[in-house]
């Protein structure tokens, strides 16, 4: 069993910056693909990135393509999201996920089924 708690969320205005923070407790953090995801009011979850384990594969979602990056401190049991150059679009409630020993694949990683713990979410608001 793994906790996860997504912290970082809060209001930035169309071009701002914000980092978002997963931090785990339970198993072995280095065991865990760790994955991004979003759902705005109305709309379904959606892929945002993944990192593999050792943080040495990753893979986004194209909106975010080129304006987000997902990074991990193993020593730290942390994951996080840069996010740039951010837009009222990227408005939503971000959900940290977990996959426990798997062999990293790029295109499950894009599932939400396919992970097998999940935080409460933080909310980013992009507005003016």
């Known amino acids: 069993q793994v906790q996860l708690v997504e912290s970082g969320g809060g209001l930035v205005q169309p071009g701002g910056s914000l980092r978002l923070s997963c931090a785990t407790s339970?198993?072995?953090?280095?065991?865990?693909?760790m994955g991004w995801f979003r759902q705005a009011p109305g709309k379904e979850r959606e892929f945002v990135a993944a990192?593999?384990?050792?943080?040495?594969?990753?893979s986004y979602g194209d909106p975010v393509k080129g304006r987000f990056t997902i990074f991990r401190d193993n020593a730290k049991n942390l994951v996080y999201l840069q996010m740039n150059s951010l837009k009222p679009e990227d408005t939503a409630v971000y959900y940290c996920?977990?996959?426990?020993?798997?062999?990293?694949?790029?295109?499950?990683?894009?599932?939400?089924?396919?992970?097998?713990?999940w935080g409460p979410g933080t909310q980013a608001t992009v507005s003016s």
């Open positions: 990192i593999s384990w050792s943080g040495g594969m990753t």
């Open positions: 996920a977990a996959k426990y020993r798997s062999t990293w694949n790029a295109a499950s990683a894009r599932l939400s089924t396919w992970y097998n713990y």
């Open positions: 339970g198993r072995t953090f280095s065991s865990y693909a």
